[in-house]
């Protein structure tokens, strides 16, 4: 029940971040060349990824590459079209037995879903399957939150590199001061704080940004199997599809209900 597309959003944003900080220097006078320093970029990337890999585990640093990835993709959960799916199943249910709950899920796709019908399949009583189902729930979430760290961390990082690379640079300028013009002295101060500059920047427009987005697609997640949760529950305790779904419903947004209700079925008044 989720569609995944390239995330637009995200790519504009980065071309109106770095974009409108490029120009607005361009119309200060600024030359766009001047803001690639080879020293800083190595200071500034350099040393935040070393101190960040420091700090996590091995596991978490193959799972880099995927998280990035994952920043960039768009997954729209369908919380409607499950909620549907579910309150059709609690209907079966109470009509005709789990026997038939089995033959109507065995084309479902979804993992978590498939697991929670499952449980009601195998005669769980209603705590072990909601313990269970919960457990996976916090360790997703826990992943999840394990992912986005790496990024938070650099956040916090890559200013402090900045400073690093702005001290390091007027060393070097003062330590030449009796040997250097003016001239000379403003492009060493300048190339100084451009690793500030950078610092700063790649936190503020990359690694914080980044990492709010990967928390924004777990809070996403983390209500799709929520409703999933209850929904089984609901089956498994034979509660009516018009009580289901408004248990399910009151999850969502007000924009993502849908205006429509179905009418309550003969045997769906709630008794």
């Known amino acids: 029940m989720k569609k995944r597309s390239i995330n637009i959003v995200v ?113 769980n009583e209603y705590e072990a399957i909601e313990t269970l189902m919960n457990i996976e729930l916090e360790a997703m979430m826990d992943r999840h939150e394990q992912g986005a760290r790496p990024y938070e961390q650099a956040g916090g990082i890559a200013p402090t590199m900045g400073i690093i690379g702005a001290v390091m640079g007027l060393v070097v300028v003062l330590a030449g001061l009796g040997q250097s013009g003016v001239e000379e002295l403003g492009k060493g101060i300048s190339v100084a704080f451009l690793a500030t500059l950078m610092g700063i920047g790649f936190a503020n427009l990359v690694c914080l940004p980044f990492a709010e987005n990967l928390k924004r697609k777990s809070e996403q997640e983390v209500l799709y199997k929520t409703i999933v949760i209850e929904g089984i529950l609901g089956i498994h305790t034979g509660t009516s599809a018009m009580l289901l779904r408004r248990k399910l419903e009151a999850y969502l947004p007000e924009e993502k209900v849908t205006e429509e209700e179905p009418e309550p079925k003969a045997d769906e008044s709630g008794e």
């Open 11 to 123: 790519i504009v944003g980065l071309v109106l971040s770095f974009g409108g900080l490029g120009y607005g220097f361009h119309l200060e006078g600024g030359e766009i060349s001047a803001l690639f320093g080879v020293s800083a970029i190595l200071i500034i990337f350099g040393g935040t990824l070393g101190s960040t890999v420091v700090m996590m585990s091995e596991e978490d640093v193959k799972s880099l590459p995927k998280t990035l990835k994952k920043v960039f993709v768009s997954e729209e959960y369908d919380y409607q079209g499950v909620i549907e799916k579910l309150t059709e199943w609690t209907t079966i249910t109470r009509r005709e037995g789990t026997v038939e709950l089995e033959s109507a899920s065995n084309e479902e796709e979804d993992p978590f879903i498939q697991k929670g019908i499952g449980y009601i399949l195998e005669g």
